[in-house]
Protein backbone atom coordinates (compact mmCIF):
# COMPACT_ATOMS: atom_id res chain seq x y z
CA UNK A 1 0.00 0.00 0.00
CA UNK A 2 1.31 3.61 -0.28
CA UNK A 3 3.32 5.40 1.99
CA UNK A 4 2.36 8.25 3.76
CA UNK A 5 2.37 10.91 1.80
CA UNK A 6 5.08 13.36 1.35
CA UNK A 7 3.81 16.83 0.42
CA UNK A 8 0.36 18.06 -0.87
CA UNK A 9 2.15 18.43 -4.61
CA UNK A 10 3.68 14.81 -4.81
CA UNK A 11 0.80 12.78 -3.65
CA UNK A 12 -1.24 14.61 -6.36
CA UNK A 13 0.64 12.87 -8.95
CA UNK A 14 -0.12 9.21 -8.55
CA UNK A 15 -4.19 10.72 -8.58
CA UNK A 16 -3.30 12.85 -12.30
CA UNK A 17 -2.20 9.13 -13.56
CA UNK A 18 -4.49 7.49 -11.96
CA UNK A 19 -7.26 9.57 -13.24
CA UNK A 20 -5.73 9.49 -16.70
CA UNK A 21 -6.22 5.20 -16.50
CA UNK A 22 -9.98 6.32 -14.91
CA UNK A 23 -12.77 4.95 -17.33
CA UNK A 24 -16.45 5.97 -17.88
CA UNK A 25 -17.12 3.09 -15.22
CA UNK A 26 -15.02 4.92 -12.49
CA UNK A 27 -16.32 6.79 -9.64
CA UNK A 28 -16.09 10.22 -9.04
CA UNK A 29 -16.17 10.94 -5.20
CA UNK A 30 -16.82 14.83 -4.08
CA UNK A 31 -14.89 14.46 -0.46
CA UNK A 32 -16.16 17.10 1.39
CA UNK A 33 -15.40 18.50 5.17
CA UNK A 34 -18.22 19.52 7.19
CA UNK A 35 -16.33 19.27 10.53
CA UNK A 36 -15.02 22.27 12.20
CA UNK A 37 -11.64 21.07 12.40
CA UNK A 38 -9.65 20.12 9.58
CA UNK A 39 -8.80 16.68 7.91
CA UNK A 40 -6.19 14.61 5.81
CA UNK A 41 -8.44 12.05 3.80
CA UNK A 42 -6.61 8.84 3.25
CA UNK A 43 -8.26 7.06 0.38
CA UNK A 44 -6.84 3.43 -0.12
CA UNK A 45 -5.52 2.63 -3.33
CA UNK A 46 -5.49 6.09 -4.11
CA UNK A 47 -3.35 7.70 -1.54
CA UNK A 48 -3.80 10.77 0.28
CA UNK A 49 -2.47 14.08 2.21
CA UNK A 50 -5.01 16.23 1.03
CA UNK A 51 -4.95 18.92 3.48
CA UNK A 52 -9.43 19.58 3.44
CA UNK A 53 -9.88 22.52 5.74
CA UNK A 54 -13.60 23.05 7.09
CA UNK A 55 -15.88 23.76 4.17
CA UNK A 56 -13.68 22.89 1.69
CA UNK A 57 -13.56 19.66 -0.92
CA UNK A 58 -11.63 17.56 -2.87
CA UNK A 59 -13.06 16.25 -6.17
CA UNK A 60 -11.55 12.20 -6.69
CA UNK A 61 -11.93 10.28 -9.48
CA UNK A 62 -11.30 6.61 -9.50
CA UNK A 63 -11.38 3.93 -11.64
CA UNK A 64 -13.38 1.31 -12.66
CA UNK A 65 -12.76 -2.25 -10.70
CA UNK A 66 -10.96 -0.61 -7.46
CA UNK A 67 -11.25 -3.57 -5.19
CA UNK A 68 -10.53 -3.34 -1.35
CA UNK A 69 -10.61 0.14 -1.57
CA UNK A 70 -11.21 2.43 2.06
CA UNK A 71 -12.19 5.88 2.65
CA UNK A 72 -11.64 7.71 5.77
CA UNK A 73 -10.51 11.14 7.49
CA UNK A 74 -7.40 11.45 9.48
CA UNK A 75 -6.86 14.22 12.21
CA UNK A 76 -4.27 16.29 14.02
CA UNK A 77 -1.83 15.31 11.41
CA UNK A 78 1.76 16.73 11.47
CA UNK A 79 4.04 16.67 8.23
CA UNK A 80 7.76 17.45 8.58
CA UNK A 81 9.62 18.96 5.77
CA UNK A 82 10.10 15.80 3.72
CA UNK A 83 6.35 14.95 3.85
CA UNK A 84 6.73 12.52 6.66
CA UNK A 85 4.49 12.96 9.25
CA UNK A 86 1.31 11.13 11.62
CA UNK A 87 -2.05 12.15 12.91
CA UNK A 88 -3.28 11.73 16.05
CA UNK A 89 -6.81 9.50 14.78
CA UNK A 90 -6.53 7.46 11.69
CA UNK A 91 -3.48 6.40 11.27
CA UNK A 92 -1.14 3.99 11.90
CA UNK A 93 2.10 5.29 12.95
CA UNK A 94 2.64 7.16 9.75
CA UNK A 95 1.36 4.24 7.41
CA UNK A 96 -1.82 5.72 5.26
CA UNK A 97 -2.89 2.15 5.48
CA UNK A 98 -3.62 0.40 8.65
CA UNK A 99 -3.87 -2.83 9.46
CA UNK A 100 -7.75 -3.23 9.80
CA UNK A 101 -9.27 -2.85 13.02
CA UNK A 102 -5.72 -1.30 13.45
CA UNK A 103 -5.03 1.35 16.20
CA UNK A 104 -6.25 3.84 16.57
CA UNK A 105 -9.24 3.29 15.86
CA UNK A 106 -11.44 5.28 12.54
CA UNK A 107 -14.74 5.42 10.50
CA UNK A 108 -13.74 3.58 7.17
CA UNK A 109 -15.33 3.08 4.47
CA UNK A 110 -14.67 -0.06 2.50
CA UNK A 111 -15.31 0.19 -1.32
CA UNK A 112 -15.21 -2.32 -4.54
CA UNK A 113 -15.80 -0.57 -7.84
CA UNK A 114 -17.68 -2.47 -10.21
CA UNK A 115 -16.08 -6.12 -9.43
CA UNK A 116 -19.67 -7.75 -8.88
CA UNK A 117 -22.64 -7.79 -11.17
CA UNK A 118 -21.37 -4.37 -12.56
CA UNK A 119 -22.35 -2.64 -9.16
CA UNK A 120 -20.07 -0.74 -7.07
CA UNK A 121 -20.55 -1.89 -3.20
CA UNK A 122 -19.56 0.26 -0.33
CA UNK A 123 -18.95 -0.46 3.79
CA UNK A 124 -18.83 2.13 6.09
CA UNK A 125 -18.36 0.58 9.85
CA UNK A 126 -16.83 2.54 12.70
CA UNK A 127 -13.65 0.84 13.35
CA UNK A 128 -13.45 0.40 17.08
CA UNK A 129 -15.16 3.66 18.21
CA UNK A 130 -13.58 6.73 16.69
CA UNK A 131 -13.66 8.81 14.22
CA UNK A 132 -14.54 11.37 12.26
CA UNK A 133 -18.57 10.53 11.08
CA UNK A 134 -18.44 10.14 7.64
CA UNK A 135 -21.86 9.96 4.92
CA UNK A 136 -21.92 8.51 1.55
CA UNK A 137 -24.36 9.50 -0.55
CA UNK A 138 -24.95 8.56 -4.02
CA UNK A 139 -25.00 11.36 -6.52
CA UNK A 140 -26.74 12.15 -7.85
CA UNK A 141 -29.80 10.13 -5.98
CA UNK A 142 -30.35 6.71 -7.56
CA UNK A 143 -33.37 5.50 -7.65
CA UNK A 144 -32.52 2.00 -7.16
CA UNK A 145 -33.58 -0.09 -3.80
CA UNK A 146 -30.25 -0.16 -2.44
CA UNK A 147 -29.09 3.04 -3.97
CA UNK A 148 -31.31 5.97 -2.96
CA UNK A 149 -30.76 7.50 0.32
CA UNK A 150 -26.82 6.87 1.39
CA UNK A 151 -25.23 5.85 4.35
CA UNK A 152 -24.13 6.92 7.18
CA UNK A 153 -22.29 6.27 10.20
CA UNK A 154 -22.03 9.02 13.25
CA UNK A 155 -19.85 8.74 15.86
CA UNK A 156 -20.92 7.63 18.61
CA UNK A 157 -24.06 6.63 18.36
CA UNK A 158 -23.82 4.31 15.09
CA UNK A 159 -21.41 1.11 15.66
CA UNK A 160 -22.90 -1.18 13.21
CA UNK A 161 -22.04 -1.34 9.57
CA UNK A 162 -24.14 -0.49 6.60
CA UNK A 163 -24.12 -1.16 2.83
CA UNK A 164 -24.74 0.80 0.24
CA UNK A 165 -24.82 -1.16 -3.49
CA UNK A 166 -25.23 1.05 -6.09
CA UNK A 167 -25.09 0.71 -10.08
CA UNK A 168 -21.62 1.05 -11.69
CA UNK A 169 -21.09 4.42 -12.64
CA UNK A 170 -22.61 6.48 -9.75
CA UNK A 171 -20.66 9.15 -8.53
CA UNK A 172 -20.59 9.84 -4.78
CA UNK A 173 -20.22 12.32 -2.22
CA UNK A 174 -18.31 11.87 0.65
CA UNK A 175 -19.02 14.05 3.77
CA UNK A 176 -17.10 13.92 6.84
CA UNK A 177 -19.24 15.24 9.73
CA UNK A 178 -22.40 15.53 8.45
CA UNK A 179 -23.98 17.62 10.41
CA UNK A 180 -27.17 16.94 11.67
CA UNK A 181 -28.11 20.43 12.11
CA UNK A 182 -26.93 21.05 8.52
CA UNK A 183 -29.74 18.54 7.85
CA UNK A 184 -32.14 20.67 9.69
CA UNK A 185 -30.53 23.28 7.80
CA UNK A 186 -31.23 21.41 4.64
CA UNK A 187 -35.07 20.59 5.92
CA UNK A 188 -35.68 24.04 6.82
CA UNK A 189 -34.60 24.73 2.86
CA UNK A 190 -37.10 22.32 1.62
CA UNK A 191 -39.83 23.20 3.66
CA UNK A 192 -39.28 27.30 2.45
CA UNK A 193 -39.09 25.99 -1.32
CA UNK A 194 -42.03 23.82 -1.23
CA UNK A 195 -43.91 27.03 1.00
CA UNK A 196 -42.62 29.12 -1.92
CA UNK A 197 -43.64 26.68 -4.31
CA UNK A 198 -47.07 26.58 -3.22
CA UNK A 199 -47.10 30.17 -2.76
CA UNK A 200 -46.18 30.46 -6.13
CA UNK A 201 -48.92 27.61 -7.28
CA UNK A 202 -50.99 30.11 -5.45
CA UNK A 203 -49.99 33.08 -6.97
CA UNK A 204 -50.14 31.87 -10.62
CA UNK A 205 -52.87 29.03 -10.57
CA UNK A 206 -55.30 29.45 -7.47
CA UNK A 207 -55.77 33.60 -7.26
CA UNK A 208 -56.99 33.47 -11.32
CA UNK A 209 -59.40 30.38 -9.98
CA UNK A 210 -60.17 32.30 -6.95
CA UNK A 211 -60.66 35.77 -9.14
CA UNK A 212 -62.98 33.63 -10.67
CA UNK A 213 -64.74 32.03 -7.82
CA UNK A 214 -64.82 35.71 -6.62
CA UNK A 215 -66.90 36.63 -9.62
CA UNK A 216 -69.19 33.85 -9.70
CA UNK A 217 -69.82 34.00 -5.96
CA UNK A 218 -70.57 37.96 -6.73
CA UNK A 219 -73.17 36.98 -9.34
CA UNK A 220 -74.54 34.06 -7.33
CA UNK A 221 -74.89 36.59 -4.18
CA UNK A 222 -76.13 38.97 -6.78
CA UNK A 223 -78.87 36.36 -7.77
CA UNK A 224 -79.19 34.82 -4.63
CA UNK A 225 -80.53 38.48 -3.50
CA UNK A 226 -82.48 38.66 -6.12
CA UNK A 227 -84.29 35.35 -4.99
CA UNK A 228 -84.40 36.23 -1.71
CA UNK A 229 -86.34 39.25 -1.90
CA UNK A 230 -88.60 37.19 -4.41
CA UNK A 231 -88.58 34.95 -1.09
CA UNK A 232 -89.05 37.38 1.16
CA UNK A 233 -92.14 38.94 -0.95
CA UNK A 234 -92.87 35.24 -1.30
CA UNK A 235 -93.05 34.33 2.22
CA UNK A 236 -95.09 37.41 3.19
CA UNK A 237 -97.72 35.66 0.80
CA UNK A 238 -97.18 32.45 2.06
CA UNK A 239 -95.11 31.09 -1.32
CA UNK A 240 -93.81 27.48 -0.57
CA UNK A 241 -90.09 26.87 -0.94
CA UNK A 242 -88.17 26.25 -3.98
CA UNK A 243 -86.31 23.07 -4.79
CA UNK A 244 -84.19 21.93 -7.24
CA UNK A 245 -85.13 18.58 -9.11
CA UNK A 246 -81.86 17.04 -7.56
CA UNK A 247 -82.44 18.09 -3.92
CA UNK A 248 -85.72 16.02 -4.62
CA UNK A 249 -83.65 13.61 -6.48
CA UNK A 250 -81.64 12.87 -3.62
CA UNK A 251 -84.54 13.24 -0.83
CA UNK A 252 -86.68 10.63 -2.53
CA UNK A 253 -83.49 8.29 -3.19
CA UNK A 254 -84.22 8.64 -6.87
CA UNK A 255 -87.78 8.35 -6.73
CA UNK A 256 -87.60 4.47 -5.21
CA UNK A 257 -90.57 4.52 -2.23
CA UNK A 258 -93.52 5.06 -4.33
CA UNK A 259 -96.67 5.79 -2.17
CA UNK A 260 -99.08 5.73 -4.65
CA UNK A 261 -100.16 6.75 -7.99
CA UNK A 262 -102.73 9.92 -7.83
CA UNK A 263 -104.55 11.48 -10.86
CA UNK A 264 -102.14 13.75 -11.17
CA UNK A 265 -99.34 11.56 -11.20
CA UNK A 266 -97.22 9.62 -9.17
CA UNK A 267 -96.33 10.19 -4.72
CA UNK A 268 -92.89 9.55 -3.67
CA UNK A 269 -91.83 9.06 -0.15
CA UNK A 270 -88.61 10.97 0.91
CA UNK A 271 -86.87 12.74 3.44
CA UNK A 272 -85.43 16.46 3.65
CA UNK A 273 -83.50 17.40 6.71
CA UNK A 274 -85.49 16.39 9.61
CA UNK A 275 -88.91 16.12 7.43
CA UNK A 276 -90.63 13.05 5.66
CA UNK A 277 -91.93 14.52 2.48
CA UNK A 278 -94.28 13.22 -0.08
CA UNK A 279 -93.24 14.49 -3.45
CA UNK A 280 -95.77 14.09 -6.50
CA UNK A 281 -94.72 14.85 -9.95
CA UNK A 282 -97.05 15.85 -11.68
CA UNK A 283 -97.74 13.90 -14.95
CA UNK A 284 -97.62 17.38 -17.33
CA UNK A 285 -98.87 20.51 -16.64
CA UNK A 286 -98.33 22.13 -19.72
CA UNK A 287 -98.19 25.36 -18.36
CA UNK A 288 -95.20 28.04 -18.84
CA UNK A 289 -93.10 28.21 -15.48
CA UNK A 290 -94.44 31.80 -14.73
CA UNK A 291 -98.05 30.78 -14.64
CA UNK A 292 -96.92 27.61 -12.69
CA UNK A 293 -94.89 29.41 -9.87
CA UNK A 294 -98.31 31.85 -10.02
CA UNK A 295 -100.79 28.97 -9.43
CA UNK A 296 -97.93 27.56 -6.82
CA UNK A 297 -97.79 30.90 -5.11
CA UNK A 298 -102.21 31.02 -4.83
CA UNK A 299 -101.89 27.42 -3.68
CA UNK A 300 -99.16 27.87 -0.96
CA UNK A 301 -101.25 30.72 0.18
CA UNK A 302 -103.76 28.54 1.53
CA UNK A 303 -103.47 27.16 4.79
CA UNK A 304 -105.80 25.31 6.84
CA UNK A 305 -105.13 22.54 9.56
CA UNK A 306 -107.41 20.44 7.09
CA UNK A 307 -105.80 20.99 4.31
CA UNK A 308 -102.20 18.73 3.10
CA UNK A 309 -99.63 21.48 3.43
CA UNK A 310 -97.59 22.35 0.18
CA UNK A 311 -94.43 22.62 1.73
CA UNK A 312 -92.70 23.75 -2.00
CA UNK A 313 -92.25 22.34 -5.36
CA UNK A 314 -89.70 22.29 -8.47
CA UNK A 315 -89.90 23.41 -11.51
CA UNK A 316 -86.84 22.67 -13.99
CA UNK A 317 -86.68 22.37 -17.12
CA UNK A 318 -90.05 19.68 -17.97
CA UNK A 319 -89.87 18.69 -14.31
CA UNK A 320 -92.93 19.97 -12.04
CA UNK A 321 -92.84 18.73 -8.51
CA UNK A 322 -95.01 19.28 -5.38
CA UNK A 323 -93.69 18.53 -2.18
CA UNK A 324 -96.09 18.10 0.79
CA UNK A 325 -96.28 16.89 4.33
CA UNK A 326 -96.20 13.16 4.90
CA UNK A 327 -99.04 11.76 6.08
CA UNK A 328 -98.21 8.33 7.60
CA UNK A 329 -101.56 7.08 8.34
CA UNK A 330 -102.36 6.94 4.27
CA UNK A 331 -105.63 7.73 2.83
CA UNK A 332 -109.02 7.05 4.47
CA UNK A 333 -109.94 4.53 1.52
CA UNK A 334 -107.50 2.26 3.43
CA UNK A 335 -109.46 2.94 6.54
CA UNK A 336 -113.20 2.98 5.73
CA UNK A 337 -113.76 -0.07 3.29
CA UNK A 338 -114.52 -3.49 4.74
CA UNK A 339 -112.50 -6.28 3.14
CA UNK A 340 -113.66 -9.42 4.38
CA UNK A 341 -110.48 -10.29 6.14
CA UNK A 342 -110.50 -7.97 9.72
CA UNK A 343 -106.70 -7.06 8.42
CA UNK A 344 -107.03 -3.12 9.12
CA UNK A 345 -108.40 -1.93 12.69
CA UNK A 346 -112.10 -0.71 11.69
CA UNK A 347 -112.42 3.39 12.41
CA UNK A 348 -114.95 3.64 15.18
CA UNK A 349 -117.86 6.13 15.01
CA UNK A 350 -116.01 8.60 16.98
CA UNK A 351 -112.99 8.70 14.57
CA UNK A 352 -115.63 8.57 11.18
CA UNK A 353 -117.30 11.85 12.88
CA UNK A 354 -114.34 13.79 13.44
CA UNK A 355 -112.59 13.16 10.30
CA UNK A 356 -116.86 14.00 8.22
CA UNK A 357 -116.14 17.21 9.99
CA UNK A 358 -112.44 17.92 9.56
CA UNK A 359 -112.95 17.10 5.43
CA UNK A 360 -116.12 19.74 6.05
CA UNK A 361 -114.28 22.29 7.22
CA UNK A 362 -111.45 22.03 4.98
CA UNK A 363 -114.04 22.49 1.59
CA UNK A 364 -115.88 24.99 3.67
CA UNK A 365 -112.51 27.12 3.66
CA UNK A 366 -111.48 26.30 -0.03
CA UNK A 367 -115.10 27.41 -1.02
CA UNK A 368 -115.76 30.03 1.24
CA UNK A 369 -112.49 31.76 2.56
CA UNK A 370 -110.39 32.23 0.22
CA UNK A 371 -109.70 34.70 -2.09
CA UNK A 372 -110.53 32.93 -4.86
CA UNK A 373 -113.37 30.16 -4.67
CA UNK A 374 -111.60 26.71 -5.18
CA UNK A 375 -113.29 23.76 -6.15
CA UNK A 376 -111.41 20.80 -5.12
CA UNK A 377 -113.74 18.96 -7.72
CA UNK A 378 -112.48 15.43 -7.21
CA UNK A 379 -113.50 14.98 -3.59
CA UNK A 380 -112.83 11.16 -2.50
CA UNK A 381 -111.80 8.84 0.53
CA UNK A 382 -108.12 8.31 -2.10
CA UNK A 383 -107.92 12.18 -1.75
CA UNK A 384 -108.26 12.74 1.95
CA UNK A 385 -105.11 12.01 4.03
CA UNK A 386 -104.78 10.84 7.61
CA UNK A 387 -102.10 11.96 10.24
CA UNK A 388 -100.66 9.72 12.96
CA UNK A 389 -103.97 10.88 14.78
CA UNK A 390 -106.88 10.20 11.89
CA UNK A 391 -106.71 13.57 11.45
CA UNK A 392 -107.91 14.46 8.37
CA UNK A 393 -106.45 16.39 5.80
CA UNK A 394 -107.57 17.09 1.94
CA UNK A 395 -104.69 16.66 -0.27
CA UNK A 396 -104.35 17.75 -4.08
CA UNK A 397 -106.58 20.55 -3.62
CA UNK A 398 -105.96 23.46 -6.05
CA UNK A 399 -104.65 21.16 -8.33
CA UNK A 400 -107.28 21.53 -10.44
CA UNK A 401 -106.25 25.18 -10.70
CA UNK A 402 -102.47 24.43 -11.32
CA UNK A 403 -104.18 21.78 -14.61
CA UNK A 404 -107.02 23.52 -15.90
CA UNK A 405 -105.17 26.73 -17.64
CA UNK A 406 -103.91 24.50 -20.04
CA UNK A 407 -106.41 22.45 -21.76
CA UNK A 408 -110.11 21.24 -20.40
CA UNK A 409 -108.81 18.03 -21.86
CA UNK A 410 -106.36 17.43 -19.16
CA UNK A 411 -109.24 18.27 -16.73
CA UNK A 412 -111.52 15.52 -18.25
CA UNK A 413 -108.38 12.73 -17.62
CA UNK A 414 -107.63 14.18 -14.11
CA UNK A 415 -111.39 15.35 -12.81
CA UNK A 416 -113.50 13.23 -11.25
CA UNK A 417 -113.59 9.85 -10.04
CA UNK A 418 -116.94 7.31 -11.66
CA UNK A 419 -118.66 7.35 -8.36
CA UNK A 420 -118.43 10.84 -6.47
CA UNK A 421 -119.19 13.20 -9.67
CA UNK A 422 -122.16 14.91 -9.49
CA UNK A 423 -124.75 15.13 -12.13
CA UNK A 424 -124.20 18.42 -13.36
CA UNK A 425 -121.09 17.52 -14.97
CA UNK A 426 -123.06 16.41 -18.26
CA UNK A 427 -124.11 20.02 -18.33
CA UNK A 428 -121.07 21.76 -17.84
CA UNK A 429 -122.16 23.90 -15.36
CA UNK A 430 -119.50 22.94 -12.77
CA UNK A 431 -119.23 24.68 -9.36
CA UNK A 432 -117.80 24.39 -6.19
CA UNK A 433 -121.56 22.60 -5.24
CA UNK A 434 -120.12 19.72 -6.93
CA UNK A 435 -117.56 19.28 -4.17
CA UNK A 436 -120.60 18.72 -2.05
CA UNK A 437 -121.76 16.19 -3.71
CA UNK A 438 -118.96 14.31 -3.42
CA UNK A 439 -118.77 15.12 -0.13
CA UNK A 440 -122.51 13.85 0.23
CA UNK A 441 -120.93 10.39 -1.18
CA UNK A 442 -117.61 10.26 1.24
CA UNK A 443 -120.36 10.59 3.64
CA UNK A 444 -122.33 7.40 2.70
CA UNK A 445 -119.19 5.63 2.40
CA UNK A 446 -117.62 6.83 5.39
CA UNK A 447 -121.11 5.68 7.59
CA UNK A 448 -121.84 2.44 5.34
CA UNK A 449 -118.12 1.11 5.09
CA UNK A 450 -118.49 0.33 1.38
CA UNK A 451 -117.65 2.00 -1.91
CA UNK A 452 -120.29 4.16 -3.59
CA UNK A 453 -119.70 1.73 -6.83
CA UNK A 454 -118.67 -1.62 -5.79
CA UNK A 455 -118.81 -3.90 -9.01
CA UNK A 456 -118.11 -6.84 -7.02
CA UNK A 457 -121.56 -6.54 -5.64
CA UNK A 458 -125.05 -8.10 -7.12
CA UNK A 459 -126.66 -5.28 -9.32
CA UNK A 460 -129.23 -4.38 -7.50
CA UNK A 461 -126.82 -3.09 -4.18
CA UNK A 462 -123.68 -2.34 -6.69
CA UNK A 463 -124.71 1.50 -6.11
CA UNK A 464 -124.53 2.39 -2.55
CA UNK A 465 -126.60 5.85 -3.49
CA UNK A 466 -129.55 3.98 -5.53
CA UNK A 467 -129.70 1.78 -2.08
CA UNK A 468 -130.13 4.72 -0.46
CA UNK A 469 -132.65 5.79 -2.52
CA UNK A 470 -134.65 2.70 -1.27
CA UNK A 471 -134.26 2.69 2.24
CA UNK A 472 -134.61 6.30 2.49
CA UNK A 473 -138.05 5.26 1.05
CA UNK A 474 -139.09 2.68 3.19
CA UNK A 475 -137.60 4.28 6.28
CA UNK A 476 -134.37 1.58 6.57
CA UNK A 477 -131.54 3.25 6.60
CA UNK A 478 -130.30 1.68 9.49
CA UNK A 479 -129.72 -1.10 6.86
CA UNK A 480 -126.52 0.91 5.30
CA UNK A 481 -124.94 1.17 8.75
CA UNK A 482 -121.65 -0.32 8.48
CA UNK A 483 -122.16 -3.63 10.44
CA UNK A 484 -118.34 -4.25 10.90
CA UNK A 485 -118.06 -1.73 13.61
CA UNK A 486 -120.36 -2.12 17.21
CA UNK A 487 -119.71 1.68 17.64
CA UNK A 488 -121.38 2.29 14.37
CA UNK A 489 -124.44 -0.03 15.69
CA UNK A 490 -124.53 1.37 19.15
CA UNK A 491 -124.67 5.22 17.79
CA UNK A 492 -126.76 4.46 14.83
CA UNK A 493 -129.59 7.68 15.68
CA UNK A 494 -126.51 9.77 15.02
CA UNK A 495 -125.61 7.96 11.71
CA UNK A 496 -128.93 8.03 10.51
CA UNK A 497 -128.62 12.01 11.06
CA UNK A 498 -125.54 11.95 9.16
CA UNK A 499 -127.59 9.97 6.82
CA UNK A 500 -130.04 13.08 5.93
CA UNK A 501 -127.32 15.46 5.73
CA UNK A 502 -125.44 13.51 3.14
CA UNK A 503 -128.44 13.26 1.22
CA UNK A 504 -129.10 17.19 1.55
CA UNK A 505 -125.72 17.11 -0.48
CA UNK A 506 -126.91 14.51 -2.55
CA UNK A 507 -129.92 16.72 -3.88
CA UNK A 508 -129.66 16.53 -7.87
CA UNK A 509 -130.08 20.05 -8.43
CA UNK A 510 -126.62 21.59 -7.03
CA UNK A 511 -128.99 25.02 -5.82
CA UNK A 512 -130.50 22.94 -3.37
CA UNK A 513 -127.46 21.69 -2.09
CA UNK A 514 -125.84 23.38 1.38
CA UNK A 515 -122.75 25.18 1.39
CA UNK A 516 -119.88 23.83 2.85
CA UNK A 517 -120.12 26.09 5.78
CA UNK A 518 -123.49 25.17 6.72
CA UNK A 519 -122.68 21.38 6.13
CA UNK A 520 -119.98 22.44 9.62
CA UNK A 521 -122.72 24.28 11.14
CA UNK A 522 -125.00 21.31 10.98
CA UNK A 523 -122.23 18.92 11.85
CA UNK A 524 -121.27 21.01 14.95
CA UNK A 525 -125.30 21.03 15.93
CA UNK A 526 -125.66 24.90 15.34
CA UNK A 527 -128.08 24.04 12.48
CA UNK A 528 -130.68 21.77 11.42
CA UNK A 529 -129.97 19.74 7.79
CA UNK A 530 -132.82 20.84 5.69
CA UNK A 531 -135.36 18.01 5.62
CA UNK A 532 -137.73 19.34 2.75
CA UNK A 533 -135.47 17.58 0.38
CA UNK A 534 -135.79 15.92 -3.14
CA UNK A 535 -135.30 11.78 -1.33
CA UNK A 536 -134.57 11.29 -5.50
CA UNK A 537 -130.70 10.59 -6.02
CA UNK A 538 -130.45 8.92 -9.06
CA UNK A 539 -131.15 11.24 -12.14
CA UNK A 540 -134.07 9.60 -14.19
CA UNK A 541 -133.50 11.62 -17.22
CA UNK A 542 -129.77 10.65 -19.02
CA UNK A 543 -130.29 13.44 -21.48
CA UNK A 544 -130.11 16.11 -19.02
CA UNK A 545 -128.44 14.30 -15.86
CA UNK A 546 -125.69 11.53 -15.87
CA UNK A 547 -126.41 8.59 -13.69
CA UNK A 548 -124.37 8.86 -10.63
CA UNK A 549 -122.12 6.57 -9.97
CA UNK A 550 -122.91 5.79 -13.94
CA UNK A 551 -121.80 8.86 -15.24
CA UNK A 552 -118.78 8.94 -18.30
CA UNK A 553 -118.00 11.91 -20.13
CA UNK A 554 -119.55 12.97 -23.31
CA UNK A 555 -117.91 16.25 -23.83
CA UNK A 556 -115.23 17.97 -21.60
CA UNK A 557 -116.39 20.64 -19.35
CA UNK A 558 -115.50 24.20 -19.90
CA UNK A 559 -112.10 25.16 -18.56
CA UNK A 560 -112.97 28.68 -17.48
CA UNK A 561 -115.82 27.10 -15.34
CA UNK A 562 -114.02 24.67 -13.35
CA UNK A 563 -112.50 26.24 -10.51
CA UNK A 564 -115.60 28.09 -9.49
CA UNK A 565 -116.27 31.60 -10.28
CA UNK A 566 -113.08 34.01 -9.50
C1 LIG B 1 -18.90 18.95 -3.79
O1 LIG B 1 -19.87 19.00 -2.70
C2 LIG B 1 -20.07 20.30 -2.17
C3 LIG B 1 -21.11 20.22 -1.08
O2 LIG B 1 -20.79 19.25 -0.17
C4 LIG B 1 -20.55 21.24 -3.23
O3 LIG B 1 -20.70 22.53 -2.72
C5 LIG B 1 -19.59 21.23 -4.39
O4 LIG B 1 -20.11 22.03 -5.43
C6 LIG B 1 -19.37 19.83 -4.89
N1 LIG B 1 -18.38 19.86 -5.96
C7 LIG B 1 -18.61 19.31 -7.15
C8 LIG B 1 -17.52 19.47 -8.19
O5 LIG B 1 -19.64 18.69 -7.37
C1 LIG C 1 10.12 9.47 5.39
O1 LIG C 1 9.71 8.81 4.18
C2 LIG C 1 10.69 8.05 3.52
C3 LIG C 1 10.16 7.53 2.25
O2 LIG C 1 8.78 7.40 2.23
C4 LIG C 1 11.18 6.96 4.43
O3 LIG C 1 12.17 6.23 3.81
C5 LIG C 1 11.69 7.54 5.71
O4 LIG C 1 12.09 6.57 6.60
C6 LIG C 1 10.71 8.43 6.38
N1 LIG C 1 11.26 9.12 7.54
C7 LIG C 1 10.70 9.01 8.73
C8 LIG C 1 11.36 9.81 9.84
O5 LIG C 1 9.67 8.40 8.95
C1 LIG D 1 -18.74 -5.12 3.33
O1 LIG D 1 -18.89 -5.68 4.62
C2 LIG D 1 -19.23 -7.05 4.60
C3 LIG D 1 -19.43 -7.49 6.02
O2 LIG D 1 -19.40 -6.42 6.89
C4 LIG D 1 -18.14 -7.85 3.91
O3 LIG D 1 -18.51 -9.20 3.84
C5 LIG D 1 -17.89 -7.33 2.51
O4 LIG D 1 -16.88 -7.97 1.88
C6 LIG D 1 -17.67 -5.85 2.54
N1 LIG D 1 -17.60 -5.32 1.19
C7 LIG D 1 -16.63 -4.55 0.76
C8 LIG D 1 -16.75 -4.06 -0.65
O5 LIG D 1 -15.75 -4.22 1.45
C1 LIG E 1 -24.81 -11.39 -9.05
O1 LIG E 1 -26.19 -11.44 -9.35
C2 LIG E 1 -26.72 -12.72 -9.32
C3 LIG E 1 -28.18 -12.64 -9.77
O2 LIG E 1 -28.73 -11.42 -9.48
C4 LIG E 1 -26.60 -13.34 -7.94
O3 LIG E 1 -27.12 -14.62 -7.89
C5 LIG E 1 -25.17 -13.33 -7.52
O4 LIG E 1 -25.06 -13.76 -6.17
C6 LIG E 1 -24.58 -11.93 -7.64
N1 LIG E 1 -23.15 -12.02 -7.34
C7 LIG E 1 -22.61 -11.28 -6.42
C8 LIG E 1 -21.14 -11.47 -6.27
O5 LIG E 1 -23.21 -10.43 -5.76
Known amino acids: MAAVSISPALHLLPLILLFLLAT ?45 GCV ?7 FDAKGNGSCQTGDCGGMLACARNGQPPNTVAEFALGRFNNTDVFNISLVLGFNVP ?8 QGGPDC ?64 YKCFVSIRRRRQWRREMAEEELGELQGTPMRFTFQQLNVATEQFIHKLGEGGFGPVFKGQFGEDIIAVKCLDQTGQGNTEFLAEIQTIGSIHHINLVRLIGFCAEKSYKLLVYEYMPKGSLDRW ?19 IIIQIAKALSYLHEECMDIIAHLDVKPQN ?10 LSDFGLCKLIN ?34 FGIVIMEIVSGRKNLDTSLFEESMHLITLLQEKVKCDCLVDLIDKHNATMQVHKEEVIQMMKLAMWCLQIDF ?48 ASGLSGPR
Open 148 to 211: NKGIHCNYPMDYSSSTLTCPTGTNYQVVFCPSTSGKVEALVLVYLIIFEFIFLMALFCIMPWLI
Open 72 to 78: WARTGCI
Open 405 to 438: RDKSQVITRMRGTRGYLAPEWLTMQISEKADVYS
Open 134 to 141: MEFLPMPA
Open 511 to 558: KKRPKMSQVVEVLEGTMNADTNIDHNFVATSPASYGIAGNVMFSSPPL
Open 384 to 393: ILLDDDFNAK
Open 24 to 68: NEGATLNITNQCSYTVWPAIVPMGGGMQLDPGKWWILDMPAGTAA
Open 336 to 354: IYSRGDNTTPRLDWRMRHK
